[in-house]
């Protein structure tokens, strides 16, 4: 430390630019920084008051900064005495506005802001000041391109994207009651204001600024940096509204990089936004050409059972929306071993991945070789898929009971074998053909027709049941696919000679 203290107080230039950036290296863990604070802040303010180098003054205030943020995101530890890092966060927007420095000087201030911006208040006020944004956009696509990782540091902070898991009241009570320090929530933390944050960030046009630095082929684009800006994305889209914006300026394209390599982290944050985008945009505008293919791989990596609830349900609604495309992406699904992550998640007791598992398993359903699984002897696929369209979950009966209503037009042999799988198959395609729901009374209908067709035998037993009672009730009906399918059943049962018209020829 005396050392470095000579250093600073050296005639020459280089000799004090190199004592001012050990220090900012040195106050880098939470433990050595306390010493710094003791003992070095005086120094850093002297050459920051003091100095006529623009370059000397600019990296003392990065290491006033970095001391500044010694306590994190955590409001109860403050440094310095109120209102300094907001004093010192505006030094250094100015700095960063300022065009007559050169852009490896002004990198530090930015350097700066990626330290104070763990303070709220601070990225209140820097989301604020549209100059200090452009011109923090227009750095992170200059030459300088060691400025990246501030960037994307000071992004995560704006947009909270960093980890944070709220601790446990009890323990809270219980470290409170030891006299063991709480972290505390800045109250500008709160998701409202980060919301109004992200907000001010895309209308900044921050997605374009993201996006030209994931283009950016440099070696300083590390995995780490790679992760933030995953981090920063996923933030941008995870209201539904901001998507559209979002996808407009190229965040699209950007993500799919972003997923397929970097931290285990980075790419499971990138997948996740790819999901997002993909539930609710149209996937062959989002990503045109050959690019909504690469899209897969990501999805299916989030049906890990390492990875969240939340992401596995994201990732199948996502697979839902692109099985329902083409054969060539359900293909690819395929290729990508989804299908018994897929059938795993069938059986999840939250009722959300279970339905969203069994949507994507009917739209998968359309190939081949997922009709071939069905139809493969020894399995109880079909069994699950009778059992769940008598289920309470209406949204989860609409899925299974298309999936159904599919396989049976396209397999007939699985027809024969919906009475054998479960003794209450009768009773499913009753309360699916009585149900007040006109999706649910179609879907019952045309699986009720698929087993007409399919052999007389099955006909014959759902003809001496009440079946024929609701068909004939559902055939004189006002005109539409319900009725048109209860009146093609009766006509191919009065075919088998099973029933006979009526006088009226009806």
């Known amino acids: 430390m005396e050392s470095v203290i000579a250093l600073c107080a050296s005639e020459r230039e280089e000799e004090q630019l ?40 600019i990296r003392a205030l990065v290491g006033l900064c970095k001391l500044g943020s010694a306590g994190g995101t955590d409001f109860s530890m403050k440094q310095f005495a109120e209102g300094s890092t907001l004093k010192l966060a505006k030094q250094c927007r100015k700095w960063l506005c300022n065009e007559q420095i050169d852009a490896g000087t002004r990198r530090w201030a930015v350097e700066g802001l990626a330290y104070l911006t763990f303070d709220a208040d601070v990225k209140e006020e820097f989301v604020e000041d549209e100059a200090a ?9 200059s030459e300088e391109r060691s400025v990246l990782f501030a960037v994307a540091s000071a992004l995560v902070n704006c947009t909270n994207s960093y980890d944070y898991e709220e601790p446990d009241p009890k323990m809270v009570e219980l470290a409170k009651y030891a006299k063991q320090h709480v972290p505390e929530q800045h109250p500008k933390d709160k998701p409202s204001f980060v919301r ?41 889209v995870e209201e539904a509204e901001d998507r559209g914006t979002v996808v407009a300026q190229g965040g699209g394209k950007a993500l799919l990089p972003l997923a397929l390599e970097g931290t285990d982290v980075g790419q499971t944050k990138a997948a996740q936004a790819l999901a997002k ?78 339905r969203a598992a069994t949507e994507c398993m009917c739209n998968l359903a359309m190939s081949k070789e997922v009709q071939d699984l069905f139809e493969a002897e020894g399995n109880d696929r079909l069994k699950l898929l ?45 309360s699916l053909l009585l149900s007040p729901n006109q999706e649910l009374q179609h879907r019952g209908a045309v699986v009720v027709l698929n087993m007409v067709e399919a052999s007389r035998e099955t006909a014959s037993t759902l003809m001496e049941s009440e079946v024929l009672e609701i068909l004939s009730v559902l055939a004189k009906g ?10 093609a059943c009766l006509g191919k049962a009065v075919e088998y000679g099973l029933i006979k018209p009526n006088q009226d020829g009806e």
């Open 18 to 57: 190199v004592a001012v950036e050990a220090l900012i290296h040195a106050a880098g863990k939470a433990k050595r920084a306390s010493f710094i604070t003791a003992n070095g802040v005086s120094l850093l303010k002297d050459l920051y008051k003091r100095s006529e180098k623009d370059s000397i003054r």
């Open 478 to 487: 006002p005109a539409g696919p319900v009725t048109k399918a209860a009146t």
């Open 277 to 354: 985008l993909t539930i609710t945009s149209n996937p062959e505008m989002t990503f045109p050409g050959e690019r909504v293919y690469e899209v897969v791989r990501p999805l299916v990596s989030l049906l890990h059972l390492n990875c969240s609830g939340l992401q596995n349900f994201e990732a199948l609604m996502a697979l839902t929306n692109l099985a329902g495309i083409s054969e060539r992406l359900r293909q690819k699904i395929l290729k990508e071993k989804a299908v018994p992550m897929i059938e795993g998640y069938m059986f999840e007791d939250h009722e959300l991945i279970r």
């Open 196 to 236: 109004a944050r992200v907000k001010k960030l895309l209308a900044a046009g921050v997605v374009s600024a993201v996006t030209c630095m994931v283009k950016a082929d440099s070696p300083v684009l590390t995995n780490s940096c790679r992760e933030l800006l995953s981090r920063v994305f996923l933030a941008l």
């Open 133 to 141: 944004l452009k011109a923090l956009f227009q750095l992170s696509r």
């Open 386 to 430: 009778v059992l769940y369209s008598g289920e309470d979950d209406e949204l989860l009966r609409r899925a299974a009971a298309g999936g159904l209503a599919m396989l049976t037009s396209m397999r007939p042999s699985l027809c024969n074998r919906i009475p054998q799988v479960t003794t209450h198959w009768l009773e499913i395609l009753q």
